[in-house]
């Protein structure tokens, strides 16, 4: 036999080299297999593990949340939610401040921006204030929230513990879903005024603007900072916070203090689009808020269009949602006041609650108008100072001089509302609201001054510096009078329109009807109360008077402002809000016998005789000399 050629190999060696292929494909095949179980692990702990959710941010607990001395938060282990991120590794909700950090952004590169998320991608439910519910502070933070509320005039830490891009719940009613816009709506310039504005609440109304908006329409956000002071986070970390968001923000920052009206004027001086969008610097905007607004201008270029103002809650910043069926008013003392929407404008729309309402006034925070129509129509009075009645101004403008003022019901804008102003105004609150309210009473109120004078006697004494020129632009765009509003855009008004008697009611006992209590809140369960008193001279007891100034009007009604004399039979006499249709409000005075009957039950008012309080009462009516039923209308202030 030939011996074996090198290169043949032996059968052992045959056998030890299939075994070493064998164990190198086995080996592999378990690799591969464990790679696949380890990514089925890791895609399944990523989908349901909050922490790497897209839009947001890690869920690791901090060490501390302290900020500067306008935001500082003590606690040692509250997870910090107020962020919006989407990259946890490359893009964290922090930036460093003096003495820590707050719930905002720093750049740095990023795959995807936060306002670019997939629809539909929400954060944790879990999360403080998502959906709109109220955030409830731990218990060892309650009294720092206390003591710090009286920075902003709400509470600040529930404010922090919200994210900046937090939820909402879509306030849109089908009716609502169902409109069609075009793609050409004119663009806007969104104008924020700010002073002193907190952290979060100041980026919430930023971001939601940016989340709840086609950013193709916002041609510009004007920022104005009325000179905020002692609050680093609204300088640089500001700036550090608009610089890559998808929409041109400009910051504009005054020296000194100039106010709302005058800020906003600077502001719209620098604007580019086709409207101005007029928004406080602590609200938060509902999806599909803005079209509605812009559709309405480009309809008609001369509306002003406000959204729905829903509420955000002053203390745990609950999400609120605002009525569709009222409108803006105002009582005797020009304050700006919600009333229900009545029956002949639900009738004009067809009960149609996706279309928008004719309101007599607006709020004025928030609004959309024409811009170049902004300026036609006079802007803000200039001779109005910091903040207080430029929104009747505007609104009795507007209506007088062609124009329209509209509340959309598809708009939905939330808004903190505080009890009072955290603020200082130059020379004092009340100084300066009365000065506006007299330029605004001086030009457009007519005759009706004298009676707004006789109801805020102190006002007649103000000075409304030179409205020259205000009336001058009344005169150059032809508007109406007073007296046309009234009648055509707000007959439902607490001030006289048709009337038979403004002024006193004497008793025959020499005492006159006085109303006490009756400038209180709009709360139907305010303390207003009706007696007899002994009768004021208005020039000696101005003030006091004011309470014997009571409306007979032509329906029937006798009234103090939005409050009516209200009754049954054989029992006292109250008031009540006035509501139309109601019987038991209605009342007629008989010229020759001076009662006073009320309509409903067939008696008399009379001063009730078994108590000394003077009250009122319905009784059975009594002919010949009975004193106390006889009433004289007496020092009128206004005649028809």
Not at 157 to 176: E, M, P, Y
Request: with cysteine; proline share 4%.
């Amino acid at each position: 036999m030939n011996p074996l050629s090198p290169y043949h190999s032996t059968p052992t060696e045959v056998f030890f080299k299939r075994f070493r292929l064998w164990k190198r494909q086995y080996l592999h095949v378990v690799i591969y297999t464990s790679l696949f179980w380890i990514f089925i692990d890791v895609f399944f702990i990523m989908l349901f593990s909050d922490c790497t959710k897209e839009i947001i941010l890690p869920c690791s607990r901090t060490s501390a949340l302290v900020v500067d001395s306008h935001s500082q938060v003590s606690d040692r282990s509250l997870p910090i939610h107020p962020k919006i991120v989407i990259d946890r590794r490359k893009y964290r909700n922090r930036t460093q401040f003096i003495n820590g950090i707050q719930n905002v952004i720093t750049t740095t590169s990023v795959i995807r921006r936060w306002w670019e998320v997939a629809p539909g991608v929400t954060n944790p439910t879990n999360w403080h204030g998502e959906a709109g519910r109220a955030v409830v502070i731990p218990s060892e933070l309650q009294s720092e929230a206390k003591k710090r509320f009286a920075e902003n005039q709400f509470n600040i830490l529930a404010s922090d513990l919200v994210a900046l891009n937090r939820s909402i719940k879509d306030q849109r009613s089908s009716s609502c879903l169902a409109h069609k816009f075009p793609v050409d709506l004119p663009t806007t310039s969104i104008v924020i005024v700010f002073h002193n504005e907190g952290n979060s609440t100041l980026l919430r109304t930023l971001t939601s603007i940016i989340l709840r908006s086609p950013t193709k329409y916002i041609r510009e956000i004007i920022m104005v900072d009325d000179a905020s002071v002692n609050r680093a986070y609204l300088k640089d970390t500001l700036e550090t916070f608009i610089k890559d968001l998808p929409v041109t923000v400009r910051i504009l920052r005054n020296n000194e203090r100039l106010g709302l009206m005058k800020s906003r004027l600077r502001g719209a001086e620098i604007a580019t689009g086709d409207t101005l969008t007029f928004l406080d610097a602590h609200i938060e905007c509902s999806p599909g808020w803005l079209e509605y607004l812009l559709y309405e201008v480009k309809k008609d270029r001369t509306a002003v269009v406000c959204p729905i103002i829903d509420v955000i809650s002053d203390n745990d910043f609950a999400y609120l949602t605002g009525s569709d069926m009222t409108w803006g008013g105002f009582n005797w003392r020009l304050n700006f006041r919600w009333y229900p929407v009545p029956q002949r404008e639900e009738l004009r729309r067809n009960r149609d609650h996706s279309l928008p309402l004719l309101s007599p006034t607006m709020a004025g925070g928030l609004f959309t108008i024409n811009r170049e129509y902004f300026y036609e129509i006079g802007a803000y009075d200039p001779g109005m100072e910091v903040w207080g009645g430029e929104n009747l101004e505007m609104s009795f403008r507007v209506w007088q001089c062609g124009g329209k003022v509209l509340i959309h019901p598809c708009s939905h804008v939330g808004h903190v509302f505080r009890k009072q102003t955290p603020y200082t105004f130059p020379g004092g609150t009340g100084t300066v609201i009365f000065h506006n309210n007299k330029r605004l009473v001086e030009v457009w109120l007519d005759k009706y001054k004298d009676f707004v004078y006789a109801v805020m006697p102190d006002l007649k004494r103000v000075d409304a510096g030179d409205v020259s020129e205000r009336l001058a632009l009344r005169q150059r765009l032809q508007c109406k009078d007073f007296q046309w509003y009234l009648e055509n855009i707000y007959p439902e008004t607490s001030l006289p329109i048709h009337f038979h008697h403004v002024g006193a009611i004497r008793n025959e006992l020499k005492s006159c009807l006085t109303a006490h209590n009756a400038f209180g809140t709009q709360k139907a369960n305010r303390t207003a109360t009706i007696n007899t008193q002994t009768c004021l001279d208005r020039i000696d007891s101005p003030i006091a008077a004011v309470n014997q100034i009571l409306i007979y009007s032509k329906k029937g009604q006798l009234r103090f402002d939005d409050l009516c004399f209200e009754s049954n039979a054989n029992t006292i006499v109250k008031l009540q809000k006035c509501s139309e249709g109601n019987d038991k409000q209605i009342w007629n005075y008989n010229n020759e016998t001076k009662h006073i009957k009320h309509v409903k039950s067939g008696q008399c008012m009379i001063v009730d005789s078994k108590t000394q309080s003077g009250k009122i009462i319905v009784a059975p009516c009594e002919e010949g000399n009975h004193s106390k039923q006889r009433w004289y209308l007496e020092r009128a202030v206004l005649t028809a």
